[in-house]
């Protein structure tokens, strides 16, 4: 089982990144996925997550109207489009996997957001 997250880096205040979770391993579409994101002296917090069959998402409120997950099943893909990034959006952002018992993570990316 493998989770692997890209598309983190810099970026000033305003802007935009696209971030991807591409699985392997396991049956994607079987699968509940969410975004985490884990500021630097700070608990672990749920970004965003999407549902395996509906494709249902639910965000944080401190992402809300800025940020959108989507699921590409056919590529078993994650995505986390950030716009309008501030920079309390700083943080290292996790893949997550779930269904029932079954939890996988990624390693993480990367997600500075400064002037």
């Known amino acids: 089982v493998q989770l692997v997250e890209s598309g983190g880096g810099l970026v000033q205040p305003g802007g935009s990144l696209r971030l991807s979770c591409a699985a392997s391993g396991f049956t994607f579409s079987s699968y509940h996925m969410t975004w985490y994101r884990q500021a630097p002296g700070k608990e672990r917090e749920l970004v965003a997550t999407?549902?395996?069959?509906?494709?249902?998402?639910n965000y944080a409120d401190s992402v809300k109207g800025r940020f959108t997950i989507s699921r590409d099943n056919a590529k078993n893909t994650v995505y986390l489009q950030m716009n309008s990034l501030q920079p309390e959006d700083t943080a290292v952002y996790y893949c997550?996997?779930?269904?029932?018992?079954?939890?996988?993570w990624g390693q993480g990316t990367q997600v500075t957001v400064s002037s």
């Open positions: 999407i549902t395996r069959a509906l494709g249902s998402t």
């Open positions: 997550n996997a779930h269904l029932g018992r079954f939890d996988y």
